[in-house]
């Protein structure tokens, strides 16, 4: 069951809004490893906390990430993955030059789901389980 501390607010409204994205490199290539996954994550974090969002879970795999990510009402699932992939797209093809072999970083794809509190809490455990493959 939810409670109030489930909920968050801004100006007049009380919501929980919470997104699961999957994506993957273009050609599905296992780029995101040791210092570019390291990169990844703070990227991530750091627009986070610019737009107001909450990373709730996050696995940055070296061919697919998932993000758990909780968001306001008026942050609509299209705008908050372009966020995320054009930022990481653009600092990290610029801080490894390895990664401008290929035409893009990421493909134009992605999964999203939503879930609500009970929901989440399962989300969550999917991502942090080594094991989901």
């Known amino acids: 069951m939810l409670t109030q501390e489930d909920y968050k607010t801004h100006n007049h409204v009380k919501f ?14 296992k780029v995101l490893i040791a210092e570019i996954a390291t990169r990844t994550r703070q990227i991530f974090a750091q627009l986070a906390i610019e737009k107001g969002w909450d990373i709730l879970a996050l696995e940055v795999a070296p061919d697919h990430i ?3 990510v909780s968001v306001k009402p008026t ?5 908050v993955i372009k966020a995320f992939k054009a ?4 600092y990290l093809r610029k801080e490894f030059p390895q ?16 879930a609500g509190n009970v929901s989440s809490e399962a989300v969550r455990r999917y ?6 493959g």
């Open 16 to 29: 929980l809004v919470n997104y699961h994205f999957v994506w993957i490199p273009k050609r599905r290539k």
């Open 66 to 68: 998932h993000l758990f």
């Open 75 to 79: 942050d609509t699932p299209h705008l």
């Open 87 to 90: 930022r990481s797209s653009s």
């Open 99 to 114: 990664l401008k072999k290929l035409p893009s970083l990421w493909t134009s794809s992605y999964f999203v789901s939503t």
């Open 127 to 132: 991502i942090e389980d080594p094991h989901h």
